[in-house]
């Protein structure tokens, strides 16, 4: 099982960014797959989940109406956009599948 993060970068309040994970090794089709987060001096916090049909979709509190999960089981990624970003979403983003975890990408929104 491989996660592979990417798409991070540097942005303003404001902005958006999407940021994506290609997963290889599984039937993506067939598994929910996470994302979270984690900032700088900060624990490792859940911010959404997509299940495997796409059916059900969790978003943390903090990004509720600003970020969107969606994913393509064909292309066997899954994408999480991100809009209206403020600086307290920085961090390094991880898309997640049980004990599995990508190597991340950072997110970086300035004031």
């Known amino acids: 099982v491989q996660l592979q993060a990417s798409g991070g970068g540097l942005v303003m309040a404001g902005g958006s960014l999407s940021v994506s994970c290609a997963a290889s090794?599984?039937?993506?089709?067939?598994?929910?797959i996470g994302w979270f987060r984690q900032a700088p001096g900060k624990e490792r916090e859940g911010v959404s989940c997509?299940?495997?049909?796409?059916?059900?979709?969790y978003y943390a509190d903090s990004v509720k109406g600003r970020f969107t999960i969606f994913r393509d089981n064909a292309e066997k990624t899954v994408y999480l956009q991100m809009n209206s970003l403020k600086p307290e979403d920085t961090g390094t983003y991880y898309c997640?599948?049980?004990?599995?975890w990508g190597q991340g990408t950072l997110v970086t929104v300035s004031s």
């Open positions: 090794g599984f039937t993506l089709a067939h598994y929910a």
């Open positions: 997509t299940s495997s049909s796409a059916g059900w979709e």
């Open positions: 997640n599948l049980y004990e599995y």
